[in-house]
């Protein structure tokens, strides 16, 4: 199963308390589609501008990702800066230039229209649906989203919501969303509102599934350094989406799985600025890490 | 094996979104005792004045809990007041009244003094040392602590680390006494201070344990209703604690499972005000939710 997903290819500038990495590629949609190409095939939909040269396209170099939707526009490529603070919980937007993404409007290459999943990365809900209605087939949507649109275009985002299968966002939006403090109400609230499930990350605490009435959690890696964590929601994505395309199953224990894939997926991306440590990632250092998570969190029944 | 466990027992007024409770029992040791005593048997130390009257002390009665080290002192008992933000998340001191608790100096009865576990509950660290100086068996030494100790008895503080098998705190503290923001070399430094083991209790986020190079991480049991957060991380204590002495072993996998019994009995608290929801639990209703736990957090290997 291949992955059709729209977002942002951008150029970043990161500041953190280890240093600074400028006009490096980032974008939501880089991390999702250079950390799902481990699993299965990306196609993804998005702009860059004539600033986007052979060595920005090198990230998605040789790893299973076509190339077709990504649409070279007059212009600057769409730039964001930002700046953490000591402890990397905190982050303070430097400034955001739009440029080509302003005029953004996704139109999916043919050989897109027949997708098996759908990922909707986190831009404005009515590209999000645009890019839905361009599909002709049977597919799974997976949408992200964030605090801004929450706020800004609900009854857009109420849409997309509406359509997704598997909506995955932070716990801090999945609280704003449905205005319910609890993360299991606010999964009820949400799963009445369209998805039958709710990825929630908690960012260095680990993520929730709610699948149904199934419930699943799991701690985050425990990183011994953390460098950068820009791009690690969406490298969750990918690795979530990802290993449920490779898998073409829903069932309990390969969602369960995902999850860990995300996380492990998630973890890498932290390890270094922006996409430096997914460009040279192995898919045996995935699979130790995910070896891993099985032993930090595995614990026996109690004993008869 | 039983545990001697020092700390406070208290009156508390306790006021939340859900409702309020005045004047009800309450104090780190109360939360300990009744949560351990599912588990152990336990031999409080602690001090309560004239008003701490028979319905008061009910709490303790009919269970594991050996009342010969609560000394009725003249006076009145500790009292202390709180109320949490809508979210529960945050809570600000009402009022402390240290009362009898002022003068306090543990004294062990004797048959306190072979103890198997000694818990050096969260109070001044010259108290906790004084405590371990009565104590002549060869014991297991579990402390906890917070900010406030690390701010103003530092050099106790580090005394009483020194002699610990198991440190129990949370991990902003465990963070603030470390001067480590990442959590692993917290807690390698903690272990250079002395305990082989760290607890370090995330709230709703869950609970890692470090035991020398192994580590060990689970989320929270997913609660969807919560009521009182006071006390929860003394009965995390108390079932962890609790679940060491029944069985007399600190081998990996006992530590593992005395994490999600602790992290079960944390959840219970916080389903109702004070030791409401302890004081009616049964140990079906934990082996259950240890059960759920179980259910909650596992996933399987990478297929072949």
């Known amino acids: 199963m291949s992955i059709v997903a729209v977002g942002s290819i951008a150029f970043d500038t990161i500041k953190t308390p280890f240093g600074e990495a400028r006009d490096i590629v980032g974008g939501a949609l880089t991390y999702f589609a250079v950390s799902a190409s481990f699993f299965t095939e990306v196609k993804p939909v998005a702009v860059v501008g004539e600033d986007f040269d ?35 919980n905190a982050r303070e937007t430097l400034f955001t230039e739009l440029n080509v993404f302003e005029q953004f409007s996704p139109r999916l290459p043919e050989s897109y229209r027949r997708a098996d999943i759908v990922f909707l990365g986190n831009i404005h809900p009515s590209l999000q649906l645009s890019v839905l209605e361009q599909v ?76 149904g009435s199934d419930i699943f959690a799991t701690s985050a890696y425990p990183l011994e350094d953390e460098v950068d964590p820009t791009g690690a929601g969406d490298s969750f994505a990918g690795g979530f989406f990802g290993y449920l395309a490779r898998n073409a199953s829903l069932d309990q224990a390969t969602l369960r799985r995902a999850v860990i894939f995300g996380s492990v997926m998630g973890s890498f991306c932290v390890e270094d600025f922006g996409t430096r440590r997914l460009e040279r990632l192995t898919f045996e250092e995935i699979a130790a890490r995910y070896s891993e998570m099985k032993r930090l969190t595995q614990f026996e029944d109690i004993e008869a």
Chains 1, 2 share one sequence.
């Not at 609890?182 to 709610?210: D, E, W, Y």
């Open 54 to 88: 052979d060595a920005a396209m090198s990230v998605f170099a040789g790893r299973a990702i076509d190339l077709q939707g990504i649409e070279h526009a007059k212009g600057k490529s769409f730039r964001w800066g930002a700046e953490y603070s000591y402890n990397l």
């Open 136 to 211: 002709t087939s049977e597919r799974l949507v997976g949408l992200d989203s964030m605090n801004l649109w929450i706020e800004t275009a609900p009854r857009e985002l109420a849409e997309a919501i509406k359509r997704a299968d598997i909506l995955k966002i932070d716990d801090s939006e999945a609280r704003q969303l449905s205005r319910q403090h609890n993360l299991r109400k606010a999964a009820a609230t949400i799963q009445r509102m369209g998805p039958a499930m709710l990825v929630a990350t908690r960012g260095s605490h680990g993520c929730m599934l709610f699948n």
